[in-house]
Antibody, heavy 121, light 109 residues
Framework: EMQLVQSGAEVKKPGESLKISCKGS????????IAWVRQMPGKGLEWMGI????????RYSPSFQGQVTISADKSINTAYLQWSSLKASDTAMYYC??????????????WGQGTMVAVSS | EVVLTQSPGTLSLSPGERVTLSCRAS???????LAWYQQKLGQAPRLLIY???NRATGIPDRFSGSGSGTDFTLTISRLEPDDFAVYYC??????????FGGGTKVELK
C-alpha cells in the first residue's frame, strides 16, 4: 500500500525549533515530488513548498520562503519540514502529500495523516 | 500567482440533491491542470478529480468535473450522506507553484 506516515503532534513554545517528518512507503520515494500544505485552525489549505527527494531540488511558495526549511533524506524515504524559531501563528495542521506524476497529471494523490503543531507560551 | 475563487462558500442541502460547485481562476489554468479534493472533518484531504475532468481511483461516478480555461465545476449527481464535507479546487498548471481555492462547505440542511 502506498502511504505517507507523518510524525506525531507537537506542543512547543514560541522561539523553539522544530522538525517534523513524513515517511513514504509502497512506492519509489525518490521518483515523486513531496509537498507540504498548511491548514490553520478552521481555515483552508495553503501550499508551502515542494521537494524532489531524488536530488533534493526544492521550491517554496513566496509566502513561506525564509520561514521554513524543507529537506529530505532519500536513504530512509523521509521528507522534513522545519522551523528555526516558532511563532504562535505557526499553530496549524501540516500535511505532506505526494505529487502523483503522470498517472494523475501531477495532482496531489497521496496525503499523510497530518501533524498538528501547537505553539503557545 | 493564479488566484482561485470558489463559490458558494456554504451550501445547505439534503441527501439526493444535485450539487454544483464553482471554481473560477484569475487567469487561464495551464493544460487545465485543475484538481478537486474532498476533506471531511478531522481527516486529510482526498483527491477526487484531476486534469479538470478525470476521476481519481476509487471515486464514485456520481462525482464529475468539467470546465476549462478559467471556469471549472464539480458536480455531485445525487448527494449521499457520506458527501457532506468541504471541497477544495487546486490549480497546478503553473507547477511547481500551486494554489488552492478557499473551499466550499456542503452541509446538511
Amino acid at each position: 500500500e502506498m502511504q505517507l506516515v507523518q510524525s506525531g503532534a507537537e506542543v512547543k513554545k514560541p522561539g523553539e525549533s522544530l522538525k517534523i517528518s513524513c515517511k513514504g512507503s509502497g512506492y519509489i520515494f525518490t521518483s515523486f515530488w513531496i509537498a507540504w500544505v498548511r491548514q490553520m485552525p478552521g481555515k483552508g489549505l495553503e501550499w508551502m513548498g515542494i521537494i524532489y527527494p531524488g536530488d533534493s531540488d526544492t521550491r517554496y511558495s513566496p509566502s513561506f520562503q525564509g520561514q521554513v526549511t524543507i529537506s529530505a533524506d532519500k536513504s530512509i524515504n523521509t521528507a522534513y519540514l522545519q522551523w528555526s524559531s516558532l511563532k504562535a501563528s505557526d499553530t496549524a495542521m501540516y500535511y505532506c502529500v505526494r505529487r502523483g506524476g503522470g498517472l494523475v497529471l501531477d495532482a496531489f494523490d497521496i496525503w499523510g495523516q497530518g501533524t498538528m503543531v501547537a505553539v503557545s507560551s | 500567482e493564479v488566484v482561485l475563487t470558489q463559490s458558494p462558500g456554504t451550501l445547505s442541502l439534503s441527501p439526493g440533491e444535485r450539487v454544483t460547485l464553482s471554481c473560477r481562476a484569475s487567469q487561464s489554468v495551464s493544460n487545465n491542470y485543475l484538481a478537486w479534493y474532498q476533506q471531511k472533518l478531522g481527516q486529510a484531504p482526498r483527491l477526487l478529480i484531476y486534469g479538470a475532468s478525470n476521476r481519481a481511483t476509487g471515486i464514485p461516478d456520481r462525482f464529475s468535473g468539467s470546465g476549462s480555461g478559467t471556469d471549472f465545476t464539480l458536480t455531485i449527481s445525487r448527494l449521499e450522506p457520506d458527501d457532506f464535507a468541504v471541497y477544495y479546487c487546486q490549480q497546478y498548471g503553473s507547477s511547481p507553484l500551486v494554489t488552492f481555492g478557499g473551499g466550499t462547505k456542503v452541509e446538511l440542511k
